[in-house]
């Protein structure tokens, strides 16, 4: 049993944590997916990368790519083009997103700008609707230079890996959440794979998550990690989130949704057993709190800002619902200081609410599957 003790730089254990995932909030959390309300998020989906503007990734007109001044470049974005294949990768049927319109007008809730996220969510323009139960998040088929390069320039322009006796906590965070939510995206390729195309089979890939995941113990820790830390962003958002109105149009599944986050927010199981997910009090207090934060919230946007860049449009989909939900977790935590300040200071848009719960469940459905499926997974690969 290598998870054994407290979750790393979290208030609870490895067991307490798989043990209220089942129990209680992945049966919860799938629950609350299916519901109308947290079924459609609102998005941009245009590939309109400022990064690689010569690209040639994709000439589709939603992939299109934006011309920004090559000053505005981080430099390591600027590597020759000539080492990447432009392939574009839209064209493949399960990487095409199911655009099957509802809409559905959401009402009572107001729109602002998560300070966050690079993306402005009062715009509009552009934006369309996506039934995510039409989009699982599951293998694509997006590999190669285009996908490697996305994950190479979040990890070493704005999130590089800590020296552990260096780094302080918060900046070890961002990496970390980044990380875990890396190891999520994989183990959910892995959990729906299309093992045949000839016959079109999907199926679990037990080998894909241990070569990607399981062998790499610090990559199963971050996934615990950034579980309990949205985890905590929803709880500390109790309040808000009961008395949010959840309106579609249905009133008996409004109600039902209610009743769903309730239970969610404050179960008394999880109360119980892990009261505080993570601490997040314990963050800022040095003199350098304030610049660390500021920089760690650039950074965060930076991230953000690269999810246009995602050649792949199912993944750009889930890719900035999960940044998006990423965000708003640290705006609850991080942006409202105290647990009795936060409901009167704290304002989310239903985009960024949809974004949070889905996110948590998806992380919920990583963290079970790793459970459940280790020791198949290790015994194929002949470690155990
Ligand atoms: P990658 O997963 O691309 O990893 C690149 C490198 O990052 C690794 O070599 C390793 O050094 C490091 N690394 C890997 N995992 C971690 C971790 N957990 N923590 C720290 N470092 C790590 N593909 C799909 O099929 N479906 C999707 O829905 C999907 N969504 C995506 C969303 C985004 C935002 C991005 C950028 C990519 C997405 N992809 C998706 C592609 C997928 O993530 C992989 O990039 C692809 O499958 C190729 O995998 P790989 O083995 O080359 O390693």
Redesign the pocket.
């Known amino acids: 049993q290598k998870y054994i003790g407290m979750v790393e730089d979290c208030c609870c254990d490895y067991e307490t944590v798989n043990q209220l995932n089942n129990e209680v909030l992945h049966p919860l959390l799938l629950d609350l997916v299916k519901t109308s309300f947290y079924r459609y998020f609102k998005v941009k989906l245009w590939c309109d990368c400022p990064f690689w503007p010569d690209d040639g990734m994709c000439r589709l007109r939603d992939c299109s790519v934006c011309e920004c001044p090559e000053s505005e470049f981080p430099e390591p974005f600027k590597k020759p083009l000539s080492q990447y294949n432009p392939v574009c990768q839209e064209g493949k049927p399960q990487?095409a997103v199911d655009r099957t319109v509802d809409t559905r007008a959401f009402k009572g809730w107001t729109v602002t700008d998560n300070p966050w996220t690079s993306e402005d969510e009062t715009d509009n323009d552009e934006m369309t609707y996506v039934n995510l139960r039409l989009n699982p998040?599951?293998?694509?088929?997006?590999?190669?230079p285009s996908?490697?390069r996305?994950?190479?320039a979040?990890?070493s322009e704005n999130c590089p890996?800590y020296a552990s006796e260096e780094s302080c906590q918060e900046e070890k965070i961002l990496?970390k959440l980044?990380?875990?939510?890396?190891?999520s995206?994989?183990i959910?390729?892995a959990s729906d794979y299309l093992l045949d195309e000839a016959t079109n089979l999907w199926g679990q890939n037990l080998t894909l998550l241990y070569?990607?995941?399981l062998r790499?113990p610090?990559?199963v820790r971050?996934?615990y990690f950034t579980f309990l830390f949205v985890l905590r962003a929803v709880t500390k958002a109790e309040l808000y989130l009961e008395e949010a109105e959840y309106k579609t149009g249905n009133v008996i599944e409004d109600l039902k949704t209610k009743s769903l986050v309730k239970q969610l927010v404050s179960d008394p199981k999880t109360k119980a057993a892990c009261p505080v997910p993570f601490d997040e009090a314990k963050l800022w207090k040095g003199q350098r709190g304030p610049e660390l934060k500021q920089q760690i919230q650039k950074q965060f946007r930076n991230i953000s800002a690269?999810?246009d860049c995602?050649g792949?449009e199912?993944?750009?989909l889930?890719?900035k619902l999960?940044?998006l939900g990423l965000g708003t977790a640290l705006k609850i935590l991080f942006t409202v200081n105290g647990d009795d300040n936060l409901q009167h200071n704290l304002e989310l848009q239903t985009n960024e609410v949809i974004a949070l719960m889905n996110l948590l469940n998806r992380l919920s459905e990583s963290v079970r599957f790793v459970h459940d499926m280790s020791p198949a997974a290790e015994r194929i690969a002949g470690v155990q």
Do not use: F, P
């Open positions: 990487a998040e599951r293998y694509t088929g997006y590999i190669g996908a490697r996305i994950w190479d979040i990890y890996k990496y980044v990380s875990g939510l890396h190891s995206i994989s959910h390729i070569d990607r995941v790499y610090d990559r971050n996934l690269i999810m995602v792949c199912k993944c750009r889930w890719g999960q940044i």
